[in-house]
């Protein structure tokens, strides 16, 4: 592994730990973008190792701030950390199943959709006063 590899896996890591922290997205959304387009991962190699990352408890001091700020649903996210396991099983299959461009195609398309919602939905708040 070269040095600008790892500066570039430091790189990805803060910029999805902040986002993460800040807005509560970071694998799906930065992560694997950026191991497809900065380090040549196929898309299958970049989802596994988003995966890996998630699967380690990295979001504990993020989870920690909000919870002493009585912003955290234990309830909720239970019940979706549960159901969550069985979705990213049955997920997996399906990816692998599928071409990386399928996959590709697929997530970009979600990832269209949501942002344009966001935009849209921050854009009434805003002009609504509502913040």
Do not use: C
Not at 21 to 32: D, E, L, N
Not at 45 to 73: C, E, H, R
Not at 92 to 117: N, Q, T
């Amino acid at each position: 592994m070269t040095f600008q590899t790892i500066v570039i896996l430091v790189l990805i890591g803060l910029f999805a730990g902040i986002l993460s922290g800040f807005v509560g997205v970071g694998g799906g959304i930065i992560i694997v973008p950026a191991l497809v387009f900065f380090l040549g991962l196929t898309q299958h190699q970049a989802q596994g190792t988003s995966l890996f990352v998630l699967s380690m408890p990295v979001v504990l001091f993020a989870v920690i701030n909000y919870w002493k700020t009585d912003n955290v649903n234990w309830k909720f996210g239970l019940i979706v950390a549960s159901t969550f396991v069985i979705g990213a099983y049955l997920g997996s299959k399906l990816s692998l199943k599928l071409s990386p461009g399928m996959v590709k195609l697929v997530f970009g398309v979600l990832l269209a959709y949501v942002s344009i919602r966001l935009i849209m939905s921050g854009y009434t708040a805003v002009n609504s006063d509502e913040a």
